[in-house]
């Protein structure tokens, strides 16, 4: 009897550990309370260059131009899809002056995705008597033309390479 005693006592013991208690929603009697979602806004898309490489320079004696060969990546860094816009090219001459002049070319940019980049190789055509034959520097920006509402619009410009068309 001691034995049979001792069980049941652990068992009871143990279906008691185990039971549930009944939870009671707070608020109304009779309606389930739910919790508050946390809702955050979703950022829009938010165009940089991260990456700019020279490719080359030619010269045009007949136009007296300068068409600059650069490969550029876009990236988006938003949280939703970008428009179709445009990049455009600036120059500083001489190199370290102190006023940069836009390059009267527009290169299409497609639409990119949030967390994703572009990468492509751009031509710009600049005139020779902007641009003079010192070496002068080269920066692009992403929607130049601001196209696309971004959640940060003043981190468009890339980094700014030096560009000297007597070595090319």
């Not at 991260?50 to 010269?59: C, D, E, K, Q, Y």
């Not at 299409?108 to 641009?131: C, D, E, R, V």
């Amino acid at each position: 009897m001691k034995t049979f005693s001792l069980f049941a006592f652990v068992f009871f013991s143990a279906l008691q550990t185990f039971a549930q208690t009944p939870q009671r929603p707070s608020g109304q009697p009779g309606k389930v309370a739910l919790p508050t979602p946390k809702i955050q806004p979703i950022k829009p898309a938010d165009l940089l260059v991260t990456t700019i490489s020279f490719v080359s320079i030619v010269n045009n004696a007949d136009t007296k131009t300068y068409t600059i060969r650069v490969t550029a990546t876009i990236r988006n860094n938003g949280g939703l899809q970008s428009a179709k816009t445009q990049l455009e090219a600036y120059t500083r001459t001489p190199s370290g002056g102190t006023s940069w002049k836009e390059i009267s070319t527009l290169v299409n940019i497609p639409a990119i995705n949030p967390g994703q980049t572009f990468s492509s190789t751009f031509s710009f055509k600049g005139s020779q008597l902007t641009i003079g034959a010192v070496p002068f520097d080269f920066k692009v920006k992403a929607d130049a033309a601001n196209l696309v509402s971004e959640s940060e619009e003043t981190n468009n410009f890339s980094a700014s390479i030096v560009i000297n068309p007597a070595a090319h």
